[in-house]
């Protein structure tokens, strides 16, 4: 019986392994992805009014314009 315990002990330990490895991996990427769109933020707001204009966007836009392509360009939750 006690092979049967450890292995079941370790089989336990490893999901949680992988549970936090998943845990981890996707707050990882998140973190990445918020300063992804904060350095794209920051370079769109450092563009002059006029090539802002030819891009098609207003200065008030940027934040907006960008969270909303990311969020259109993030792969499906990994549930």
């Not at 920051?42 to 934040?63: A, C, F, N, V, Y």
């Amino acid at each position: 019986m006690a092979v049967a315990e450890a292995l079941s002990s370790t089989a336990e330990e490893s999901g949680f392994v992988s549970k936090a490895l998943a845990f981890c991996s996707a707050a990882f990427d998140r973190v990445h992805s918020e300063q992804v769109i904060r350095q794209s933020i920051e370079k769109l707001h450092g563009l002059d009014d006029e090539t802002l204009r030819d891009i098609g966007l207003r200065r008030s836009e940027i934040e907006s314009y960008v969270r909303t392509k990311a969020k259109s360009a993030r792969p499906a939750s990994r549930g």
